[in-house]
C-alpha cells in the first residue's frame, strides 16, 4: 500500500474572514473514496512500471484530436491501470459524466506521457514543451474557447545519479490543471466532490479541509485550487518511496506551471500554499530538491543541499 503522507506541518485551524477557506471535513466516507482511488493508482503505477503498454491509437508526435483524452481514458480503464471511479462513487448522486473526465483525463493522460527523466539537468524548456501539448490536447477536447481551467501544470522527477533512474517506481511525469473558479455549470455535489479529490491529493492528513492560511490579497484563490494540487502529489508519492528505499538519494522535482488565457501564455510561480507545501516536504525529507521553474526558487534542507554539492562536486572532476 503506498503512502499519502502529506507535510506534518500543514495543520488547520479554523475557518475565519481572513482564512475563510471551506472545510468539507464532513464528507469523509466520500473523501476516504478519493483517498482510495488515488493510493490504488499510485500503487497499479508501482507494480506496473516500465511494464505496461502505451495506448497506440494516440500517437506521440502528433497532436492530440478531440475524442484522445477519452480513448486514453478508457484504455487505462481497460487494461486496469486506473481505477474506474464511476463505479466507486454513491449511486446516490448524479453526477454527469464530465465530472468523471475531469479527473480522469488528466491522470490518463499522465499514464501515457511519461518524459524519460534523463536529463539531470532538468531542462525546463522540454517541460515547457511538453505542458504545451498537454494544453493543446484539452483545447482540442473544449474547442480553445471553452476550456473551464485557465492554469496547467506539469511535474517531474528525477533521481540522481541516473543510473538510479530504475529504481524509481511509479509516476514520473505528472499533468494537471486547475479547479474551475467558477460555479456555473457545475452542481453543488459535483464541485464539492471535485475539491474532495484535489483535498485527498494534497491534504490527505487533513480528511477534507484544508490548510486555514490566511489570505494575502482579496483576489488569493482557495489552496486547492492550484494545477500544482493534482500534478505534484502523484510525483511526490514515487519520490517518497525511492528517498525510503534510499536513505542517502538524491531526488529532483521539477515543476512548471502557466496560465493560458486566449492565446497567451503566462508562467505562474507556486502559491503561498505550494510554496509552505513544498517547504515543509523539502524540510522533512532529506534528499528531496524541488524548483519552481516559474520563479527558479529552489525547495531544500541543508542536508539536501549537502548532498547535491557532492554529487556536483563529483561531476565536474
Ligand atoms: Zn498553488
Known amino acids: 500500500m503506498s503512502k499519502l503522507v502529506g507535510p506534518a506541518k500543514m495543520t488547520v485551524t479554523t475557518t475565519t474572514d481572513e482564512a475563510p477557506w471551506e472545510d468539507f471535513s464532513m ?64 449511486v446516490k448522486i448524479d453526477i454527469p459524466p464530465k465530472f468523471h473526465q475531469k479527473i480522469n483525463r488528466s491522470i490518463a493522460y499522465s499514464m501515457q ?25 484539452y483545447k482540442s477536447a473544449f474547442s480553445p474557447s471553452k476550456v473551464p481551467y485557465h492554469t496547467f501544470g506539469i511535474v517531474e ?45 494534497m491534504f490527505p492528513q487533513l480528511l477534507g479541509n ?40 538524491v531526488a529532483l522535482i521539477n515543476c512548471f506551471t502557466a496560465e493560458f488565457r486566449k492565446n497567451v501564455k503566462v508562467p505562474t510561480q507556486f502559491c503561498w500554499t505550494c510554496n509552505k507545501y513544498a517547504e515543509d516536504l523539502t524540510e522533512k525529507k532529506n534528499g528531496l530538491r524541488i524548483v519552481d521553474k516559474s520563479s527558479g526558487k529552489i525547495y531544500e534542507s541543508l542536508e539536501t543541499k549537502k548532498r547535491f554539492e557532492v554529487l556536483d562536486a563529483l561531476a565536474e572532476k
Open 157 to 201: 522527477a528525477l533521481v540522481l545519479p541516473d543510473v538510479a533512474d530504475k529504481e524509481l517506481k511509479g509516476f514520473r511525469t505528472s499533468y494537471g490543471h486547475s479547479e474551475q473558479a467558477s460555479r456555473k455549470d457545475i452542481s453543488e455535489a459535483e464541485r464539492v466532490l471535485g475539491r474532495l479529490f484535489r483535498r485527498a491529493l
Open 210 to 249: 484544508v490548510p486555514q492560511l490566511p489570505k494575502e490579497t482579496e483576489k488569493d484563490h482557495p489552496p486547492d485550487q492550484c494545477a500544482e494540487i493534482i500534478c505534484l502529489p502523484f510525483i511526490e508519492d514515487s519520490v517518497s518511496r525511492y528517498l525510503e528505499a534510499n536513505p542517502n538519494g
Open 113 to 137: 506521457y511519461q518524459l524519460s527523466p534523463k536529463d539531470a539537468k532538468g531542462n525546463s524548456l522540454a517541460l515547457d514543451a511538453a505542458l504545451d501539448r498537454f494544453v493543446d490536447a
Open 27 to 90: 464528507h469523509a466516507d466520500d473523501f476516504k473514496l478519493f483517498i482510495k482511488f488515488i493510493s490504488d493508482i499510485n500503487k497499479k503505477m508501482v507494480e506496473e512500471d516500465g511494464k505496461y503498454v502505451r495506448c497506440a491509437a494516440v500517437k506521440e508526435t502528433e497532436q492530440l484530436g478531440p475524442q484522445d483524452l477519452d480513448i486514453l481514458v478508457k484504455y487505462y480503464q481497460d487494461i486496469g491501470l486506473l481505477p474506474d471511479l464511476e463505479k466507486s462513487l454513491p
